[in-house]
């Protein structure tokens, strides 16, 4: 196997879809450093930095698909969006790369680590409903700095920016495996209770196996096509003395048979909420603690996502993600098959012809990829 790896070593395949990449890897030193980067290009608002943005994450999910630690510059050679003779881009995560290999550090990103800016930017990104334009405002505009900055100034917020503010520090914590699992069973029992043979899958950070998360991602369906309808606001409504806040959105099936909507954002009936985690024993808490009558709780988001079985296992694929997984498949299949793969189904470019599949197995299949188990799509 070793020599194996050794002699494969300048042949990473380009598409992170086309290799395992694991969730614990071997250069997580030099992975931290690029998406800071990332992150910092996407924090920005010119109009290179979302390529700049990718050019980091491709080098990082490089990396992370290494079974092997980089320790010197020598095996940058034929890397994927590292050594690139022709890239600029490719060039700068080389150039990184290399400073931590000889200085332990990179002067670059140390100085966006230790930057007002990048410090401001990810405390206010950070608040559920604030994405870098509002920051970006908050940040340019009003010369706002910190948490308490937000708190403290009469701002306009939305719905979504209120709650994340109020939750704060309940929403900065992350979720944790045992209270996803937690949820997920309740939303599955109540589920099954109103309607008989309906399921409900664990997507997201959680079924690629990480043990924490920043929410739980959940799909409803159910094996006969169409009595997944309703669904939604059944379950809402008889759970709604555990949800704080509830923001659905309606499906829209219209949309997604049109070529040019099928890019983006997916049109399932879903729902973005934030869910009332009651503590495991905080009834018993409560009794030697007379200040915590109640029983604690905390603050959790969850995104209920519900889907016909036509389109299971594209939903499923869709959301398990990673991001970069997701951008890297759906390149992958235009580019090399030319075909669209959407979180509903499977086009030909050309003809517009639908490609229907029942698993995920099937999909890799008939895309001409090795199968990849959600704990190898962690890039
Ligand atoms: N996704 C999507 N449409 C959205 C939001 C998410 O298709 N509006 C997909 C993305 O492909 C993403 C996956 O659903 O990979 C899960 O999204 P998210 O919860 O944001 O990320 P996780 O990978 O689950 O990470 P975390 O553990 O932090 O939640
Ligand atoms: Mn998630
Ligand atoms: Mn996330
Ligand atoms: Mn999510």
Not at 8 to 34: E, G, V, W
Not at 228 to 255: C, P, Q, W
Not at 274 to 294: C, D, M, T, V
Request: aromatic content about 8%; some cysteine; hydrophobic content about 35%.
């Amino acid at each position: 196997k070793k020599a194996r790896i050794d002699k494969t070593t300048d042949r990473i395949p380009m598409y992170a879809c086309q290799r395992s990449t694991p969730l614990q890897h071997h250069n997580k030193q030099f992975t931290d450093a690029l998406e800071v980067l990332e992150e910092h290009a996407l924090y920005r608002d010119d109009p290179n930095s979302e390529a700049r943005a990718l050019a980091f994450r491709r080098g990082s999910a490089t990396l992370k698909s290494l079974p092997y630690k980089i320790t010197h510059v020598g095996q940058l050679k034929n890397l994927p969006y590292i050594d690139s003779t022709n890239s600029s881009k490719a060039g700068h995560c080389k150039k990184i790369i290399t400073e931590i290999l000889e200085e332990g550090f990179s002067d670059e990103v140390e100085g966006v680590t230790n930057s007002e800016f990048f410090k401001s930017m990810k405390i206010f990104c950070g608040i559920f409903g604030v994405g870098p334009s509002t920051a970006r405002k908050w940040f340019y505009d009003l010369n706002l700095r910190t948490l308490e900055d937000i708190k403290t100034k009469k701002l306009t917020l939305t719905k979504d920016q209120t709650l994340g503010l109020r939750y704060h520090e309940d929403l900065n914590k992350p979720l944790l495996l045992e209270e996803a699992n937690h949820i997920a069973k309740l939303v599955r029992e109540t589920c099954t209770a109103l309607r008989s043979g309906c399921t409900v899958t664990v997507v997201g950070g959680f079924r690629r196996g990480k043990d924490k998360g920043h929410d739980l991602d959940l799909i409803i369906s159910h094996p006969i096509e169409g009595n997944e309808e309703g669904m939604l606001a059944m379950v809402l409504e008889k759970l709604d003395e555990h949800f704080i806040y509830t923001e659905k959105k309606a499906s829209n099936t219209k949309r997604q048979t049109s070529l040019e909507s099928r890019s983006t954002m997916d049109h399932f009936e879903k729902c973005f909420s934030i869910f009332k985690y009651r503590h495991e024993g905080s009834a018993k808490q409560s009794q030697s603690n007379i200040l915590h009558l109640e029983g604690t709780w905390a603050a959790k988001r969850v995104d209920l996502i519900v889907v016909p079985k036509s389109q299971f296992a594209f939903a499923v694929l869709g959301w398990t993600g990673t991001k970069h997984f997701e951008r890297e498949i759906r390149r992958y299949v235009r580019s090399e098959k030319k075909l669209v793969l959407t979180s509903h189904g499977m086009y030909t470019l050309d003809t517009n012809e639908s490609i229907s599949a029942d698993s995920e197995e099937e999909i890799f299949e008939k895309l001409g990829l090795n199968f990849l188990p959600p704990s190898e799509r962690c890039c």
